[in-house]
Structure formats: structure tokens, C-alpha cells
């Protein structure tokens, strides 16, 4: 089996770090680095210091997969497991040019706390479903960080965890209509006892599509079997629900850093920054509402004369609604008080934000579903104006 990781930041240099850890050398782990320059410049280990105990792993595999081409990235085969942590705004244009070394028998990871990549990559390169590859999206919670931004290429480089997490993960449904979440349907098991199993995706023996689903199958259990990540197989529906609500805080919390140009803990020392935020969650919240109503809609215009005990989904969970959401802010910003959000990052650095997936994405959000979003918009068209303003004050000063 062959791992390529791709985006080597804090998070994606985590998780190859204790996946190298956790499966036989005879699988392989590659580092996709986008240009040539960078990689030359890699570790050859990776080092991660967690409560003042320090850890290494080595073995990788390097490559770069930007052009120029050459006769050695044609030879490099096929991709059988992407696990994706760059940018949100990298993803698309990173995965065109992995593009001809995949193919439906592979496995794409989403490690990344946003909404609307999977949509854009299907739109743009996936259209197909019974041809696009296996999909799984997760969440985490892990706290890393480099000491400065050259660390990652220092002879040495070691990766701080100021926080251990968790990540959790569920996989797209299959258009072949495997059902890989029958687990937690079976009846013959107590309901508090019913998990997610392997031998839902596929298994060895007896299954003639097994090659069809084996590298699925094996990226789950390189998962869960890299038990440091805490990496926890759950519903659709329950990471769908955490990724709505990190988009939710993320909206709130990085953009009014970036404008303001001010640490998170310092975001809502005024009572119009707390206005600001309920007026933002008040219309995530909106949105949200009118999208689940439209999913439960079509799920029982799908089903007609299926049972009704389901009419529930078409309610608002509590923890989306406007208080949940804002207390959610609140106790972000609160319990990372020094940190520097990635958007104002961005915006120092004079790098893409990823204000498209968050505030951009829910005033996508807003148009389809018919919910006006006012404040997201001003966000989104603020971030976009502060972007260039460092440009404009290099060429004034």
C-alpha cells in the first residue's frame, strides 16, 4: 500500500509522522512538496515533541508534483491513498496535477476544517461519480505548530503539539450503494456497542470488487491504527455536523481577526465585535436550517412510503443554533487567546486567504437556499479589500 501526503504543514507533517510510526516499512509513505526548490530543503525525519517527550520517524518517500515535468514524474505510478491537509484555496489546483495518477480505485482524505472543496473538486475534475475516487472527510482537533516558519526545514525540524486531539472521519456515500455505515445500523448488537466495521467497505475474500475498495478499506485501518492520532470512524452525518460548526466559528473568528489585525483572544474585547458575531451565527444558523430542511426533503421524496420517524433530520441540531454558535466563538477565541488565526497569517504574508470556503461558501450558501446574508458578505468583501492593502501601503511607503 502506498500513502501520499499532501500539504506538509503542522497538521500534515503530524499525521505522516505517526503513520510512518504505525504501519510495516512495507508500506510506503510519500511527501508530495509542490516545487523542486522545497524539496531539496526536506528533513529526512520528522521529529514531534508532545507533553516534553519527543518522537521520530523517518523512511519517506519525496517527490514534487509541479512542472517542469520530467521523465522521473512520469515514473512515479499510480496514488493509491491521498491524505490531503494544504489550504483549502491549494486543493484544487494541487489535486489537477495529481489528477492522471489517480483513478476511481483511489482514496482522497480531506483532512481540513471547511466546506465546499469536495463539491469544487467534483464539479471541476470529478464529475463522474461511479469514476471519481473514494472520499473520506475529517476533522481535527489537534494543536501543532512549527517554533518559526523555517523550522520544517531545519536540520532538525520539530513539531510542537501543545494539544493532543482527535480526528474523526466518515466516508462519502458509495454510488455503487455500498452502504459502509451498516455498522451502526445492525440490530443484532446493542445500540451503545454498534460501530462502523471494515468488512463494510470490503473484504478480502469472496468480494469481487474488492480491488475496487481495497485501498479504501486499507486507509481507514492506517487510521485507526496510528492510535496517537485518536482517529475516530463516525457517521456522515456526525462530521458533517462538526464541520458545519467549525466553518460556523471559523467565519466569525478569522476574518474579524484579519481586519482588525489582532490575536484571537483580543476579537471580541468590544461589544461590537460581540453584536458583530451574533449578527454572523444568526445567519450561518439561517442558512443551515433552510439547507437541512431541503436535505430532508429530498431524502423523503427519494424514500415515499418509507417509514416517518426520520422527519426529525429536518430539524436545526441545538448545537447549530444561533446561542450554541455563538457561545462556540466565544470559547474559541477564549481558549486560544494568543494565536494568530491562518487569514490574518494570510493577510501579513500577502498569501490567498481561505475567506472563499468560509464566509464566501455560506453567502454561496444563502443564494442556493433563498437566505439573505448580509454580514457574511461585508466579510467576505472587507477580507478581499484588507488583502490588498499591505500591496497598496508597500507602493505608498
Known sequence: M??????LGPLGSLIAHHLRRAISPSHSITLL?????????????????????????????????????????????????????????????????????LSPNSTIVLVQNGLGVYEQLCQNLFRNAHERPHFIFATSTHATLFPSPSALYAGRPTLLQSAVGDIEFSIAPDP????????????????????????????PEGDHLFHRYRSLRNTVAALLLAEPLNARWKSMA????????????????????????????????????????????????????????????????DNEGQSTSLLGLAR???????????????????????????MLAAVRHGRRTEVDYLNGYLARLGKTYGVQMPTHAAMYNLVRMRSAVPQVLDKIF
Open 33 to 101: 512538496y509542490s516545487k523542486a526548490s522545497v524539496l531539496r530543503r526536506a528533513p529526512n525525519a520528522l521529529h514531534v515533541e508532545t507533553a516534553g517527550a519527543l518522537s521520530s520517524s523517518s523512511g519517506f518517500v519525496y517527490e514534487t508534483f509541479e512542472p517542469p515535468a520530467t521523465p522521473q514524474a512520469v515514473s512515479q505510478g499510480p496514488i493509491e491513498s491521498l491524505l490531503v491537509t494544504t489550504r483549502l484555496n491549494n486543493t484544487l489546483h494541487a489535486i489537477r496535477r495529481l489528477l492522471p495518477r
Open 176 to 203: 455503487n450503494g455500498r452502504n459502509f455505515e451498516s455498522g451502526l445500523l445492525d440490530q443484532t448488537v446493542h445500540a451503545s456497542e454498534r460501530r462502523p466495521r471494515l468488512s463494510d467497505i470490503a473484504v
Open 2 to 7: 502506498q500513502f501520499h501526503v499532501l500539504g
Open 316 to 342: 436545526l441540531p441545538r448545537v447549530l443554533e444561533t446561542e450554541s454558535l455563538t457561545r462556540e466563538c466565544l470559547n474559541a477565541a477564549q481558549s486560544s487567546p494568543m494565536t494568530i488565526s491562518t
Open 238 to 301: 456526525h462530521v458533517q455536523l462538526a464541520l458545519r460548526r467549525q466553518v460556523a466559528v471559523k467565519s466569525v473568528i478569522h476574518p474579524l481577526t484579519a481586519i482588525m489585525g489582532c490575536r484571537n483572544g483580543d476579537v471580541f474585547s468590544t461589544p461590537h465585535a460581540m453584536r458583530l458575531a451574533a449578527k454572523l451565527c444568526q445567519e450561518t444558523s439561517d442558512v443551515y436550517r433552510a439547507q437541512i430542511r431541503d436535505e430532508a426533503e429530498a431524502w423523503l421524496a
